[in-house]
C-alpha cells in the first residue's frame, strides 16, 4: 500500500481535488467537482444546467447498464458545434472578411449515428455539412445529410463506385466536393461525372511543405500519404484547361495532422494554402471559391496549454482569428477575392462528449499495510543487514538506498543459483521494499533548506515513484475504449468521480482485465510533462470505487479492437431536461456486446457452439463422469453465459453507489 509522497493536508477539501487533478484546466466549464465531492458536468457551460455525474450512474444502473459505460452528453456536442460556428462567423464580421465559414464534420472521428444526427441538426442554423473519407462513410452522409446549403467533403482515395455514389448526391442537389488526393482521380471522377450528365466539384488536396508537430504530424510535409505536390498541381491545372473543365475545380484543401499543438504550424499552412489558392485563381480558375483547412484544431487534453502533443498552445479564438487574418493577408497582397472557408474539426467538437466509466475492484500491491521486520538470530545475512540499512536511512538516505539496491541484486543472484530459500527471499524483499517507502516519505516530506543542491530530489529516488504505485484493477479492456493511449501514448484525463472531497492518500495505475501485459495506464495528464502515477483514494471493502477516463469522444469510440474479445462497452446517452428533478433524462441506452456477439465475429456460432457442447455433454454422460441431471444443467448454464456481457459482471455493489 502506497501512500500519497506529497506533504497531506490535514483535511482534504473539493478545491485540493480541483487543483491536484487540474479539472478546471482541462474542464473547460464542462466538468466540475460538487459540493458532495463528486463530479459534476455542465454540458452547456454556465448556459444550462449541472448534473451530478453519480445521479447519471444511479439512473443508468436502475436501466440495468453494468460497467464499464460510456456516457454521452448529446448537449454538450450541440455547445461545441455552436461554439465553433459563432467563433467563425464572428471573425469573419470583425475582420471584414469577403467570404463565408461553411465547416463539416468529419465523419471518421465518430461515426456513431447519434453522434452524427446530433452534430448535423445542431449545425443546421450555420449550413454545417459532413466529410467523409471513406465509401462507407459517404453512404452513411448521403442519408444523415439534409440542408442544400450546407457542403460534403469527400476525401480519401476513391475508386468508381465511390464516384458514381457521389454522383447520385450531386443529382439529389447536394453540394458534394469530391477531393482528388492524386492526378489520376481528377480523371476518373471527369470521365465517370460527364458519363453520367453529373456537373462535378472537385477540389485538390495540396501538400504543403507546412508541417505540424506531435504524435499526428505526419499526415502533413512534403513526404505526406495524400496531396498533390506543386508539380502534380500545375499538370492537373493543364489537364482541366485541356478538357474544358476549368470550372469543375471549386476548392483547394489540405490536412497538416490531427491536434496541432503549435499555432505556427497553422499560421504558416493556412499563408502557404492561401498562396495556392491565389496562384490559381490568377492563372484562370475563377470558380474555385473555398479553401478547406483541415482538420486539426487541437484540445487541451492535460490542461497545460503548451506545445505537449496531448495539449495546444493557443485557444479557438486565436486558430479561427489566424486562419481568417492569413487568408484574407496573403489574398489582398495578391488582388483575389476571400474564398469561402471550410474546416474539417472532428476533435474539437466531438472529445468532450463522452466519458468513459470504469470500476476498479481491487488492487496489486507493492508493498504492505504492515511489515514485519522482526529479525532473528538465524536470519541469512542480507536480512540483518538491511536492517542496519533502515537505521540510517535518515542520516543518509541515498546511500541506504544504493546499499539495500546492492542486497537484493544479490540475493537475486543467488535465488537464480538455487541458494536462497523462499523464506529468506520473501523477508530480504519485504525488507527492501519497507526501506524503499521510507526513502521516499522522506525525500517528500523533508523541509526546503534553500540549497539547490541539497533539496533537489536524486533521480533514483524520483524513480522509485512508479515502482511503489498500487495496481487499481479495473473492469475494461485498453484496446477496446482507449486505443490510442496503447497504441500512441496519447493522454487522456482520468481522475475518480467520487470521494473527491477525501484525500486521494494512493499513488496508482491502472490496469485492464486483458491478459496483456500492455493492457495498462500509466501515463497521466499534468500541467508540466506527464505523471506516472494517479492519486487514488484506497479501496473501501465492497465499496465501489469509479474512476473516469474524460474527453474519450474522439476516435476512441470506433477504433477500438477486440483483443481478448472484450467487446464494446454499454453506453447511456444523456440530455439535460429542466423538467426532470434530476435536471437530466437518459434518452437512450446501448448495450455492449455480448459473448456470443464478438463469438460470431469470428466464426464461432451460438447454433454450433451449442450443438458441440451438447456433444461433448452427452459423451461425459455416456462414461458416467457426469450425471444426466448435472449435465443439462451445466448445458443451461453455458447457452446463459453466451448473452452475458464480454467484462465481469462485478456483484460487489454498483448497487452501492
Ligand atoms: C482529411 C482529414 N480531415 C479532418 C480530420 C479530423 O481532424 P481533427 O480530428 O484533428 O479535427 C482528419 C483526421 O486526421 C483528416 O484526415
Redesign the pocket.
Known amino acids: 500500500m502506497t501512500r500519497l509522497m506529497t506533504n497531506e493536508p490535514v483535511t482534504w477539501t473539493v478545491e485540493d481535488s480541483i487543483s491536484t487533478y487540474n479539472i478546471d484546466r482541462w474542464g473547460l466549464g464542462y466538468f466540475s467537482i460538487n459540493d458532495a465531492g463528486n463530479v459534476s458536468i455542465s454540458p452547456l457551460r454556465d448556459k444550462g444546467a449541472t448534473i451530478d455525474i453519480l445521479d447519471v450512474l444511479r439512473e443508468a444502473r436502475e436501466r440495468g447498464l453494468q460497467f464499464p459505460l460510456v456516457v454521452r452528453f448529446q448537449d454538450l456536442l450541440r455547445d461545441r458545434v455552436e461554439w465553433l460556428n459563432k467563433s467563425f462567423n464572428d471573425a469573419i464580421a470583425e475582420n471584414k472578411y469577403g467570404g463565408s465559414y461553411y465547416g463539416v464534420f468529419?465523419i471518421?472521428?465518430n461515426q456513431l449515428r447519434e453522434v452524427v444526427e446530433e452534430i448535423t441538426l445542431a449545425g443546421e442554423p450555420f449550413h454545417y455539412g459532413l466529410?467523409a473519407?471513406s465509401k462507407a462513410e459517404l453512404f452513411s452522409a448521403l442519408v444523415t445529410h439534409r440542408d442544400p446549403e450546407s457542403l460534403i467533403i469527400c476525401?480519401g482515395y476513391k475508386d468508381q463506385s465511390f464516384i458514381r455514389v457521389a454522383n447520385i448526391g450531386r443529382k439529389l442537389g447536394k453540394k458534394i466536393i469530391l477531393i482528388a488526393e492524386k492526378l489520376e482521380e481528377i480523371r476518373s471522377i471527369l470521365d465517370i461525372s460527364r458519363e453520367a450528365g453529373v456537373d462535378p466539384w472537385i477540389g485538390v488536396r495540396v501538400r504543403l511543405a507546412a508541417k505540424s508537430t506531435g504524435i499526428?504530424a505526419t499526415?502533413g510535409g512534403e513526404s505526406a500519404k495524400f496531396g498533390l505536390s506543386t508539380l502534380d498541381l500545375m499538370e492537373a491545372a493543364e489537364y482541366l484547361r485541356e478538357n474544358n473543365a476549368m470550372d469543375v475545380l471549386r476548392m483547394l484543401h489540405f490536412?497538416i495532422?490531427?491536434?496541432i499543438p503549435d499555432i505556427q504550424s497553422i499560421k504558416k499552412a493556412t499563408r502557404e494554402a492561401a498562396r495556392y489558392y491565389a496562384k490559381l485563381k490568377k492563372i484562370g480558375f475563377d470558380k474555385l471559391e473555398f479553401i478547406d483547412i483541415?482538420?486539426?484544431?487541437?484540445v487541451d487534453y492535460d490542461g497545460s496549454r503548451t506545445l505537449f502533443h496531448s495539449s495546444t498552445n493557443y485557444s479557438l479564438d486565436e486558430y479561427v482569428g489566424d486562419c481568417i487574418f492569413n487568408i484574407k493577408d496573403v489574398c489582398d497582397e495578391e488582388g483575389v477575392p476571400h474564398p469561402h472557408i471550410v474546416s474539417?474539426?472532428?476533435?474539437?467538437i466531438v472529445a468532450h462528449h463522452s466519458v468513459l466509466i470504469v470500476q476498479s475492484f481491487g488492487t496489486i500491491e507493492k508493498t504492505k499495510a504492515e511489515y514485519d521486520l522482526s529479525v532473528r538470530e538465524h536470519d541469512h545475512k542480507w536480512i540483518k543487514q538491511l536492517a542496519e540499512v533502515k537505521e540510517y536511512i535518515r542520516t543518509n538516505a541515498r546511500v541506504a538506498l544504493h546499499d539495500a539496491q546492492q542486497i537484493k541484486g544479490e540475493s537475486q543472484n543467488a535465488f537464480d543459483l538455487g541458494l536462497l530459500d523462499l523464506r529468506t527471499k520473501a523477508k530480504i524483499e519485504t525488507f527492501y521494499w519497507a526501506i524503499v517507502e521510507e526513502i521516499a516519505d522522506y525525500y517528500s516530506n523533508r523541509l526546503a533548506t534553500g540549497d539547490e543542491e541539497e533539496d533537489a530530489t536524486p533521480e533514483e529516488i524520483l524513480e522509485l515513484g512508479p515502482h511503489l504505485a498500487d495496481q487499481y484493477l479495473c473492469n475494461f479492456s485498453v484496446f477496446q475504449s482507449l486505443l490510442d493511449h496503447w497504441a500512441l501514448g496519447q493522454i487522456f484525463p482520468i481522475m475518480p468521480i467520487h470521494r473527491l472531497n477525501e484525500c486521494p492518500s494512493m499513488q496508482g495505475t491502472l490496469c485492464d482485465i486483458t491478459c496483456d501485459s500492455d493492457g495498462k495506464v500509466n501515463r497521466f495528464a499534468d500541467i508540466k510533462d506527464v505523471r506516472k502515477t494517479l492519486p487514488l483514494h484506497p479501496l473501501n471493502n465492497g465499496d465501489p470505487y469509479f474512476i473516469g477516463v474524460f474527453m474519450t469522444g474522439?476516435?476512441q469510440d470506433v477504433m477500438g479492437d477486440l483483443h481478448n474479445l472484450f467487446g464494446r462497452v454499454n453506453e447511456a446517452h444523456v440530455f439535460l431536461d429542466s423538467d426532470e428533478d434530476s435536471g437530466f433524462y437518459i434518452e437512450e441506452t446501448i448495450s455492449g456486446n455480448t459473448i456470443s456477439q464478438v463469438l460470431e465475429l469470428t466464426q464461432y456460432y451460438p447454433n454450433n457452439l451449442m450443438r458441440s457442447m451438447k456433444e461433448q455433454i452427452n459423451e461425459a454422460i455416456k462414461n458416467d463422469r457426469i450425471k444426466p441431471n448435472e449435465g443439462m444443467r451445466m448445458l443451461a448454464e453455458y447457452e446463459k453465459g453466451l448473452s452475458d456481457h464480454t467484462y465481469l459482471t462485478l456483484t460487489t455493489s454498483a448497487d452501492r453507489l
Request: avoid cysteine; charge should be neutral.
Open positions: 468529419p471518421k472521428v466529410e473519407g476525401n499526428w499526415s490536412h495532422g490531427s491536434q483541415g482538420g486539426g484544431l487541437g474539417e474539426s472532428g476533435r474539437a474522439a476516435y
